[in-house]
């Protein structure tokens, strides 16, 4: 019969594997949802659709912008004000809702697949 000891080994090997599976299916995943962000986002000079990376921030994988300020304008739309006064107004190019959605449903997916 094993004792605790060896159960706690056998259990902490487990968890570090689970862990460690976990966290390449998030950089995975992350990765896949910034190449798609990449092929979905507008262009105009290119700068804002090449910006896109993942970085790793304790323990969580971040997508970003180098130009970060433009996300929620191209992605919600914006007024257009020239000199204080309303002008128009600039439509919106939703690209982020779709990677949210399949990051979320890939995560969902791959996770319980380890299980299984």
């Known amino acids: 019969m094993a004792d605790f000891a060896e159960i706690n080994a056998i259990l902490g090997r487990f968890t570090s594997d689970i862990n460690t599976d976990i966290d390449k299916i ?53 007024d257009v004000v020239v000199n204080g006064k309303k002008v128009g107004h600039a439509k919106a190019y939703p690209h982020w809702k779709k990677a949210d959605e399949y990051v979320e449903e890939q995560m969902t997916k791959r996770v319980e697949e380890i299980f299984k």
């Open 26 to 78: 998030m950089k995975d995943v992350a990765n896949e949802a910034a190449n798609m962000l990449k092929a979905d986002a507008p262009v105009d000079s290119g700068k804002y659709k090449k910006g896109f990376k993942v970085d790793h921030e304790k323990g969580r994988y971040i997508i970003k912008n180098k130009q970060y300020q433009l996300t929620h304008l191209l992605e919600k739309g914006h």
